[in-house]
T-cell receptor, first 110, second 111 residues
Framework: KQEVTQIPAALSVPEGENLVLNCSFTDSAIYNLQWFRQDPGKGLTSLLLIQSSQREQTSGRLNASLDKSSGRSTLYIAASQPGDSATYLC?????????FGPGTRLSVLP | DTGVSQDPRHKITKRGQNVTFRCDPISEHNRLYWYRQTLGQGPEFLTYFQNEAQLEKSRLLSDRFSAERPKGSFSTLEIQRTEQGDSAMYLC?????????FGEGSWLTVV
């Protein structure tokens, strides 16, 4: 069964800290992996997409890495800000479908 | 607005009633997805369309659920004889290239 897990489930940090969110997947035969952000009661916004042949992607203060062989991805957020507070979801594509993790709820305190 | 649109945004219905949600994808996208999300969980895949063809359906999509995309543009998701367990947010997404773009979701509360 294709499963995606994320740790921690929740994280609270003071403003300015660097932080790492973790994503693990059981089936390494992925097409790509995507990180999303979700604000309360809202839809999902794509942050970064990593193709299966890539090791990492960067956008601004965000950096996502992918290690297919170990079934892991990390999302690194540098110099966190209160506006980064949201739930971060990892989604793995095995074709046309995406399998989502449960998310990490991040709170960045001013 | 050129994003994915969903309607209605919120629906409260009595158990046993039928409800229908509509999704208007990004116009040039030929892939359309429906997901369901409950509080504290990630979205769960329900079904996927390539143009008007429904190519994949999850086991979660019981016979009370039906989705259509008649002309390969907008899509509808109907839930018949709603149950309290159907209370969730129903998310639509459309696919362009390797990524997908989500709408704001339709919240369903069954009372």
């Amino acid at each position: 069964k294709q499963e995606v897990t994320q740790i921690p489930a929740a994280l609270s940090v003071p403003e300015g800290e660097n932080l790492v969110l973790n994503c693990s997947f059981t089936d390494s035969a992925i097409y790509n992996l995507q990180w999303f952000r979700q604000d309360p009661g809202k839809g999902l916004t794509s942050l970064l997409l990593i193709q299966s042949s890539q090791r990492e992607q960067t956008s601004g203060r965000l950096n996502a890495s992918l290690d297919k062989s170990s079934g892991r991805s990390t999302l690194y957020i540098a110099a966190s800000q209160p506006g980064d507070s949201a739930t971060y979801l990892c989604a793995v594509s095995y074709g046309q479908n995406f399998v989502f993790g449960p998310g990490t709820r991040l709170s960045v305190l001013p | 607005d050129t994003g994915v649109s969903q309607d209605p945004r919120h629906k409260i219905t009595k158990r046993g009633q039928n409800v229908t949600f509509r999704c208007d994808p990004i116009s040039e996208h030929n892939r359309l997805y429906w997901y369901r999300q409950t509080l504290g969980q990630g979205p769960e895949f329900l079904t996927y369309f390539q143009n008007e063809a429904q190519l994949e359906k999850s086991r979660l999509l019981s016979d009370r659920f039906s989705a259509e995309r008649p002309k390969g543009s907008f899509s509808t998701l109907e839930i018949q004889r709603t149950e309290q367990g159907d209370s969730a947010m129903y998310l639509c997404a459309s696919g362009g290239g390797n990524t997908i773009y989500f709408g704001e979701g339709s919240w369903l509360t069954v009372v």
